[in-house]
């Protein structure tokens, strides 16, 4: 069966701390990835995917992830955390034939404190 | 460049109501898929419309239904409401739909059925 896990629900970190947010996937044929973030009261805004090529994708806002096959991860980090970066991280995966759906992780809630 | 829209933002409705939500997609996109999310919870695929026709569905029951109308806004329907449909709901767009086409989401709907 295919599925994502995101293994903490919750991650405090200080300001200015580097931050690694987990995600692992479980599936039979190959795949995408997706980081999404959510603000309270809003929709899912993309951070970044991993479609083919470099393992290392990065976003605009310091945000960095690594598709790692072996591993069937895609875990998240960021070098410098600012308190703006506290939301709800989903991961998400969709797939290169067979399905159109996405599936999601349940989500990390990644607090960022002064 | 007007994103992902979804009407109503909010809505009450009460136990063996019937309800229906909105979405139109970002410009320029063809294909449209509706999530559950609830409460702590990644969204959960319910189906995806391109062409006018329910392209694929997600384990959800008859009582969700939907459509696609010929300018790809698209309406969810939810008949016999149960407490547990209380959740938010999420329009995604995308073009074609395929997995390497990353979903834009709108801010949702929140439904609460009392």
């Known amino acids: 069966a295919q599925s994502v896990t995101q293994l903490d629900s919750q991650v405090p970190v200080f300001e200015e701390a580097p931050v690694e947010l987990r995600c692992n996937y479980s599936?039979?044929?190959?795949?995408?990835l997706f980081w999404y973030v959510q603000y309270p009261n809003q929709g899912l805004q993309l951070l970044l995917k991993?479609?083919?090529?470099?393992?290392l994708v990065k976003s605009i806002n310091g945000f960095e992830a690594e598709f790692n096959k072996s591993q069937t991860s895609f875990h998240l980090r960021k070098p410098s955390v600012h308190i703006s970066d506290t939301a709800e991280y989903f991961c998400?995966?969709?797939?290169?034939?067979?399905?159109?759906?996405?599936?999601f992780g349940t989500g990390t809630r990644l607090k960022v404190l002064a | 460049d007007a994103g992902v829209t979804q009407s109503p933002t909010h809505l009450i409705k009460t136990r063996g109501q019937q309800v229906t939500l909105r979405c139109s997609p970002k410009?320029?996109?063809?294909?449209v898929s509706w999530y559950q999310q609830a409460l702590g919870q990644g969204p959960q695929f319910i189906f995806q419309?391109?062409?006018?026709?329910?392209?694929q569905r997600g384990n959800f029951p008859d009582r969700f239904s939907g459509h696609q109308f010929p300018n790809y806004s698209s309406e969810l329907n939810v008949n016999a409401l149960l407490l547990g449909d209380s959740a938010l709901y999420l329009c995604?767009?995308?073009?074609f739909g395929t997995g390497n086409q990353p979903q834009h989401f709108g801010d949702g709907t929140r439904l609460s059925i009392l």
């Open positions: 998400a995966v969709s797939f290169v034939s067979g399905t159109y759906k996405y599936i």
């Open positions: 419309y391109y062409e006018e026709e329910e392209r």
């Open positions: 991993y479609l083919s090529g470099s393992t």
């Open positions: 410009s320029g996109h063809d294909t």
């Open positions: 995604a767009s995308s073009f």
């Open positions: 599936s039979s044929v190959s795949v995408y």
